[in-house]
């Protein structure tokens, strides 16, 4: 309880003591499966005692067909728990193809959003010459920030937009004129130490239909972090990580708003680096984990990489999580030890090397089996775990199976004709360890339309991946 202060938690050791989730919001995307219908903004119940629990309550549709909602981000949050006039009331949902951003009003009836504005595709282009908006964070100012991966031809720019916070009109570019970076994704700031870092995924064009392994030796996908003055706005250093660090794209600081570090999943070689300040005051990266590639038969590629996808840090710090979209693992890492992450919790929920499936793996270099396959309350398992939030207080992670629909298309086509799921993790979370909650299944195969690809988990008061403390 806390009058006179704004959306969010004062620190995240705060928001670990905060209420338990009772609803979350999850994009859902017809875009490449065989329902022509919009994209839609799904509200499921995941109150344990509620009669419509793991069921969706509320679906929004969005107006206009193949727009391929991705992430959404808040038009306030801890950033802004300072300030009383805040509200968390507006989920900003960007369109990863369409370009289109959709602002929804979540304040009036958290339990059944509608839409409160649109912002068009050309006021993108035509302000700030960019397209394809990625990751939305809010800021202390009360704007609202989005990285974009592209310019509106569909070649990679990393750029970033600035909506005002009142009326969601785009503002301007965040960085200066000729400074964007090759490539966007993902981007974290750490206002404590003047810092930004944003992260690479590739140009729209070379994605837009699936993944092509030769764009990679073509230049098509980035490689490397880029280190931001967050007060200049200038571009301060780029970090190259190399063939090991190819695709780099959630990026995470520490929760704690004085720590200089934080970690980057590589989805292409399979490895977590660390980046961190030096004692020079400039910013260093490191490989401080590598998930190894197997060698195999039945697959389109002699190896197979994990692929990771998506990573997040529990709100204490301790504990790190990613999933392998390929290999169909998630694992826990205890981090306390920042420079030696330590495998504690590992679960296969699917993924391309099940037993009776049709790849065979040849060579494992951590001596694997083949991991059966997954059903759950009679439902069996197609694609792999991918976005992943975790509760507050730590001891639940909500997973679900679609990555981008063109690529679900190529590596997971049945999960595409039957729908995605959303699946719940417990969490050990005093020594560390996974296991599955069988009494827990969303199955976006049901839908009233037909299977759908369902995507981010965000939860109302906000989580560990959207916000931020300054």
Not at 208 to 234: C, I, M, Q
Not at 432 to 443: C, K, P, Q, T, Y
Request: aromatic share 10%.
């Amino acid at each position: 309880g806390c009058s006179g202060c704004g959306p969010g938690y004062r620190s995240p050791l705060d928001a670990m003591k905060g209420p338990r989730e009772e609803i979350v919001y999850l994009p859902c995307i017809y875009r490449n499966t065989e329902t022509l219908k919009p994209d839609y903004l799904a509200t499921v119940d995941v109150d344990p005692k509620s009669s419509t629990y793991c069921q969706v309550i509320h679906r929004l549709p969005m107006p206009n067909l193949r727009d391929e909602l991705h992430h959404s981000g808040w038009n306030a949050c801890s950033s802004c728990f300072g300030d009383a006039s805040k509200k968390r009331n507006r989920l900003i949902l960007p369109s990863l193809i369409s370009s289109r951003i959709y602002v929804v009003d979540v304040g009036t009836n958290p339990r059944a959003p509608q839409i409160h504005k649109i912002v068009e595709p050309v006021d993108l282009y035509w302000k700030c010459d960019l397209a394809n908006p990625h990751t939305t964070h809010c800021l202390g100012n009360g704007q609202i920030m989005i990285s974009c991966l592209g310019d509106p031809s569909g070649n990679g720019k990393g750029g970033f937009i600035l909506l005002d916070g009142e009326t969601f009109e785009v503002v301007s570019n965040w960085e200066h004129p000729g400074e964007a970076a090759p490539f966007g994704y993902d981007f974290w700031y750490q206002p404590r130490h003047n810092v930004m870092i944003s992260t690479e995924w590739g140009a729209p064009k070379a994605l837009a239909d699936g993944f092509n392994p030769a764009h990679v030796k073509e230049g098509h996908y980035g490689s490397s972090l880029h280190v931001w003055d967050w007060t200049t706005h200038r571009k301060l250093q780029t970090l190259d990580l190399g063939e090991d660090g190819a695709i780099p794209l959630e990026v995470r600081f520490l929760h704690d708003p004085s720590a200089t570090e934080g970690y980057v999943g590589c989805a292409l070689r399979g490895t977590v680096y660390r980046f961190y300040k030096t004692p020079k005051g400039d910013w260093a990266a490191e490989k401080v984990i590598s998930v190894p590639s197997k060698k195999v038969e039945g697959w389109m590629l002699p190896e197979m990489p994990g692929l990771i996808t998506d990573i997040l840090i529990s709100l204490d710090d301790r504990f790190l999580y990613f999933s392998n979209w390929l290999h169909g693992d998630i694992r826990q890492y205890d981090i306390t030890d920042r420079r030696n992450p330590r495998l504690v919790g590992q679960v296969f929920l699917g993924g391309s090397i099940m037993s009776d499936g049709p790849v065979k793996v040849l060579e494992d270099p951590e001596n694997q089996p083949q991991p059966h396959p997954r059903i759950i309350q009679g439902r069996r398992i197609h694609g792999s775990p991918q976005m992943l939030q975790l509760s507050l207080d730590g001891r639940r992670l909500y997973v679900t199976t679609s990555l981008y629909s063109s690529w679900d298309k190529q590596f997971y086509p049945d999960m595409v004709k039957e729908g995605s799921v959303m699946m719940q993790i417990d969490v050990d979370s005093g020594h560390g360890g996974l296991s599955l909650n069988e009494n827990f299944l969303v199955d976006f195969g049901k839908e009233p339309d037909g299977p759908v690809l369902a995507h981010e988990v965000r939860y109302p008061g906000g989580d560990c991946t959207s916000d931020i403390w300054l």
